[in-house]
């Protein structure tokens, strides 16, 4: 191979058992691996984060597989030329198999009318698709095609598996770097890894440019050192595509973290994250707005508002000072009591107002302010809730013909719990009132 050729590029492996990683997909005797040993492989989808070795096993299958193998590229390619192979595939002088393996890098780009080109030809077998993305197919995809595919999630590598590429391209002296004399430190292969973030092509391009910008020493040895590695590879590559599949889980782990008492690590945590990634300081202050309603609610209402006040405040200042105003926010939702006894209350309302029959509003309430409405009986028997002691006038509120609904249950828990306790002193319920006050 060509040795100006990129050393991640020269590095990729040729057969299955030099690859490394995804032993959760591609390990010895599970369902990947033998349907590629035993040439039986379907169309399957392949997708996960940059560097993980997606297109590397693609690479691998075509040169496993009996059949005729075909790569293509979404954003290059066309209808004509997904036709082309098609017919190619169905012309059984051409392909005296009956199949092609068609491998589509990027399958997250084709547009409807590609993908629509493409499914009948899947469906029956004459094109076995393999998809390689970095986005989650189940957002991006066709779910006709995804349908007919098997999806299999490749993860990010681990450290060690970064360590066991990195040792390979120093030892192997026809493809990777064995032919020179370069020697490098335990600490900093330990940090190469660790900052590639899972990412092989990041690594092996940060460890050929420590290498091309490494002059030897009075030995002739070429020291990459932990200060060269961190010249190498400066910046931890955080897997954060602000329309992708990373996006949606950071931003759910988030909310899940704030959503739970008292876990303010984890919050700012992922509040970090997001920062250190770009995101934008509105688009979290909406989320934080939208978990003080949902989780916190009544049982401290004053969430809801240092929520609101911090996206009026992002909007006028941006980063990086808005990483503070927006860290509040998070911690005062995270450290909050929490009840969603308000979002439970209403989801029941409104599901009962789809699906009951609609009730009538009970005759004291109806409106008695036009010409006409006492003729009506409307607004008869009203009381007036100011004149009643404790602003509790006794009378009927919902439809008669559902009275006995409960929709708003509060918590034993912040504010949520004094309400609690004055509902059940309305009722007249003072055994549960005392118990109340006495739990708090």
């Not at 997904?82 to 990027?106: C, H, M, T, Y």
Request: aromatic share 8%; glycine share 6%.
């Amino acid at each position: 191979m060509d040795r100006h050729t990129p050393l991640a590029a020269r590095m990729r492996p040729e057969t299955l058992d030099e690859f490394v990683g995804q032993k959760h997909i591609i390990g010895r005797n599970r369902l990947l691996y033998r349907a590629i040993k035993g040439d039986r492989l379907s169309s399957v989808v392949f997708y996960g984060p940059p560097g993980t070795g997606k297109t590397t096993l693609a690479r691998i299958i075509s040169l496993e597989t009996q059949y005729r193998f075909v790569q293509l590229n979404a954003v290059s390619a066309g209808v004509k030329d997904i036709r082309e192979v098609a017919s190619e595939a169905q012309n059984l002088l051409l392909n005296p198999k009956g199949k092609i393996i068609l491998f589509f890098d990027e399958i997250h780009r084709l547009n409807k009318g590609q993908q629509d080109v493409l499914l009948p030809f899947v469906e029956d077998g004459i094109i076995i698709l393999i998809g390689a993305t970095t986005e989650n197919p189940y957002f991006e995809v066709n779910k006709a095609l995804l349908s007919r595919s098997t999806i299999f999630r490749f993860e990010p590598l681990e450290d060690s598996d970064i360590l066991v590429l990195l040792e390979r391209a120093l030892d192997d002296e026809e493809k990777g770097l064995g032919s020179y004399p370069i020697q490098l430190e335990q600490k900093a292969a330990e940090h190469i890894a660790m900052l590639s973030d899972g990412d092989a092509r990041v690594a092996l391009n940060a460890l050929e440019l420590a290498y091309l910008t490494t002059d030897a020493n009075d030995e002739g040895t070429i020291v990459i050192d932990l200060d060269t590695a961190k010249e190498c590879i400066q910046q931890k590559t955080l897997k954060y595509d602000k329309d992708g599949d990373n996006h949606y889980d950071i931003i759910s782990a988030f909310i899940k973290s704030m959503r739970n008492y008292m876990e303010p690590d984890a919050v700012l945590y992922w509040l970090a994250r997001m920062i250190e990634s770009g995101e934008k300081p509105e688009f979290v202050a909406r989320r934080i707005m939208i978990c003080a309603a949902e989780d916190v609610g009544l049982a401290n209402p004053a969430a809801l508002q240092v929520a609101v006040a911090a996206s009026q405040a992002v909007e006028r200042i941006g980063w990086p000072e808005s990483r503070i105003i927006l860290a509040e926010a998070a911690l005062m939702v995270a450290c909050s009591p929490k009840s969603n006894a308000c979002c439970v209350g209403i989801d029941k309302a409104l599901d009962d107002v789809r699906k009951e029959r609609s009730g009538q509003v009970p005759i004291n309430l109806r409106d008695a302010h036009y010409k006409g409405a006492k003729e009506l009986g409307h607004g008869k028997d009203y009381k007036y809730s100011h004149n009643y002691p404790m602003g509790n006038a006794v009378q009927q509120y919902l439809p008669y013909e559902m009275k006995d609904k409960k929709y708003y249950l509060p918590v034993n828990s912040g504010h949520e719990l004094k309400i609690r306790q004055r509902l059940a002193e309305l009722k007249g319920d003072l055994e549960e009132r005392d118990r109340l006050r006495r739990n708090t």
